[in-house]
């Protein structure tokens, strides 16, 4: 029998995603997203409210007019390097949106929650693979601003019995098989819909940011998820807390990585683009290797990623960029 989820975010990237797989486990769906980065295009169905979780009035009437279930919060601004030249946006959006978001939720007694984390919790990595075990040392803002939440949220499971996933994603890509919602980001910092903007004739070159790392090529090593995969993940997790089960955290990637060259490479075979590389400088922050550990999540949920090749998530994002440089050429 489906419950009702509140997704606070839920006309952004990863949100979208969700609302669509929550809809489709035929559960109800009230979204909250004040559009700021969200496109309400990009939300297939279920209660729409726009609006701020940080009013703490819309947030009381949403509560009293809807009976939620679970929340599951993907609102927080995730650029590392606008978190670092701008960080009180971070702050106030991050940390304090979610503080109200949480008040109201005590208030109204609604005591589950699912929390879209990251991998920048962890930092620079001391050993790789990293599992769920491994300190906890942001290297900005971002970062900081998730890590402060995941303490709060265990804070408020001691404090007021609010039991919490945190899901420390590594690096989303990919769209919908439907090809009708994928990733919409202004400016665009992935590399994937980078490389693809350039095969579309959006952008006129890939950056490649150092070639001297101590990989097999020289380029970075990253592991690479699909948004679907992730939007799994959260089912799962929901039916954890659903069945009264404890707060704790997981990773979630593919636990392999794959280099930047090997990303444009795979990318121009797909596109049949010559995909022109510009070699530039390592950018300041760059860890040689991010490669998660999802051993925990597989084991304890027995998540299994539907999309590990990496071909089939490129494939599923280019199907979606071409839609969408048709859209903006229209």
Not at 8 to 13: H, L
Not at 90 to 106: F, G
Not at 176 to 204: N, Q, W, Y
Request: charged share 25%; with cysteine; net charge negative.
């Amino acid at each position: 029998m489906g419950v009702t989820v509140l997704v606070v975010g839920g006309a952004g990237y990863i949100g979208s995603h969700m609302v669509k797989a929550l809809l489709e486990t035929s559960h109800d769906v009230v979204i909250l997203d004040d559009l700021s980065r969200g496109h309400r295009d990009l939300v297939s169905g279920g209660t729409f409210i726009q609006g701020s979780a940080h009013d703490a009035d819309l947030l009381d009437r949403l509560f009293t007019d809807h009976r939620i279930d679970a929340v599951m919060h993907f609102a927080a601004h995730s650029q590392v390097g606008e978190s670092v030249t701008a960080p009180l946006i971070y702050y106030r959006n991050n940390i304090a949106a979610t503080v109200e978001l949480i008040d109201a939720m005590v208030r109204h007694h609604v005591r589950r929650f699912i929390f879209s984390s990251t991998a920048a919790v962890y930092g620079e990595p001391e050993t790789t693979p990293i599992t769920e075990a491994h300190p906890l040392h942001p290297a900005n803002p971002y970062g900081v601003t998730k890590k402060t939440v995941e303490r709060m949220l265990a804070d408020c499971d001691t404090a007021h019995g609010i039991k919490s996933i945190c899901l420390r994603y590594f690096n989303a890509a990919g769209a919908d098989e439907s090809g009708r919602i994928g990733e919409r980001h202004d400016p665009e910092t992935h590399l994937i819909p980078l490389v693809l903007k350039v095969a579309t004739g959006e952008r006129e070159n890939i950056n490649i940011f150092g070639t001297d790392y101590p990989t097999p090529d020289g380029t970075c090593l990253r592991d690479y998820i699909h948004v679907s995969d992730l939007a799994r993940a959260h089912l799962l997790a929901l039916e954890v807390l659903l069945n009264n089960g404890d707060s704790t955290r997981y990773n979630l990637g593919n636990s392999k990585g794959y280099s930047v060259r090997e990303v444009i490479t795979l990318a121009r075979r797909i596109t049949g683009h010559s995909i022109p590389v510009k070699e530039t400088g390592r950018r300041a922050g760059d860890p040689a290797v991010l490669v998660a550990g999802s051993e925990k999540i597989r084991k304890e949920l027995n998540w299994r990623p539907r999309y590990e090749n990496l071909k089939t998530i490129i494939e599923t994002a280019w199907q979606w960029h071409r839609t969408e440089a048709s859209r903006l050429s229209a």
